[in-house]
């Protein structure tokens, strides 16, 4: 066990809605990294946030937003749901003075239909 | 823009063999390299990290090498097991950053038979 813990584990939203994932890292860590995973390939890298603001993006359209809170747990909102949104998303926490290995939740299971 | 491949896509062996997997990126600026387990549905196990300064690193059965110029690492298993079936992904981090913003390989489908 990593302690980095996700909710919900599965999902099953309508196209054109909104959702929200959170994401509580492990003890001590103060980054949050998130990435997508469609069905068959690698993670893709969403953003990042450290100290409560994002630090990084990947090639995620706007409707892709993030929150890091005090306490370094993180939200993924995702607005204006598509069907090709449906994926594994998974929230990695490291700590990033060292730039320590990132330990990686159980992941969110989203159906857009 | 850092690309990383993983080869084979997908592996059957039986039980005992030894093997490798392959891992290489285009972008030999990279910070540290990580190899991931993957159970079906599940999340991401770290296996090993190897930093870019390092040659390789060693935990039980498993190896992992890195040739930073040449833009590769391998996974060496041994003595493979049932248990040992997942999918092992390898992920470099950039070197520009501070921070884990992975870039991802495909992964490699390993299935190993009783």
């Known amino acids: 066990e990593t302690g980095v813990t996700q909710s919900p584990t599965h999902l099953i939203k309508t196209r054109g809605q909104q959702v929200t994932l959170r994401c509580s890292s492990q003890?001590?860590?103060?980054?949050v990294s998130w990435y997508q995973q469609a069905l068959g390939q690698g993670p893709q890298f969403i953003f990042q946030?450290?100290?409560?603001?994002?630090?990084g993006r990947g090639n995620f359209p706007p409707r892709f937003s993030g929150l890091q809170f005090p306490n370094y747990s993180s939200e993924l909102n995702v607005n204006a749901l598509e069907l090709d949104d449906s994926a594994l998303y998974l929230c990695?926490?490291?700590?990033?003075?060292?730039?320590?290995?990132?330990?990686f939740g159980q992941g969110t299971r989203l159906t857009v239909v | 823009k850092q690309e990383v491949t993983q080869i084979p896509a997908a592996l059957s062996v039986p039980e005992g063999e030894n093997l490798v997997l392959n891992c290489s990126f285009t972008?030999?600026?990279?910070?540290?390299l990580q190899w991931f387990r993957q159970d079906p549905g599940k999340g991401l196990t770290s296996l090993l990290l190897?930093?870019?300064?390092?040659r390789e690193q060693t935990s039980g059965r498993l190896n992992a090498s890195l040739d930073k110029s040449s833009g590769r690492s391998t996974l060496y298993i041994a003595a493979s097991q049932p248990g040992d079936s997942a999918t092992y992904l390898c992920?470099?981090?950039?070197?520009?950053?501070?921070?884990?913003?992975?870039?991802f390989g495909g992964g490699t489908r390993l299935m190993v038979k009783p």
């Open positions: 190897i930093q870019s300064s390092q």
């Open positions: 946030y450290y100290r409560e603001e994002e630090n």
């Open positions: 972008d030999s600026a990279i910070y540290n």
């Open positions: 992920a470099v981090n950039p070197s520009n950053n501070a921070g884990n913003m992975l870039t």
């Open positions: 990695a926490s490291s700590l990033r003075e060292g730039n320590t290995e990132a330990f």
């Open positions: 003890s001590g860590h103060n980054t």
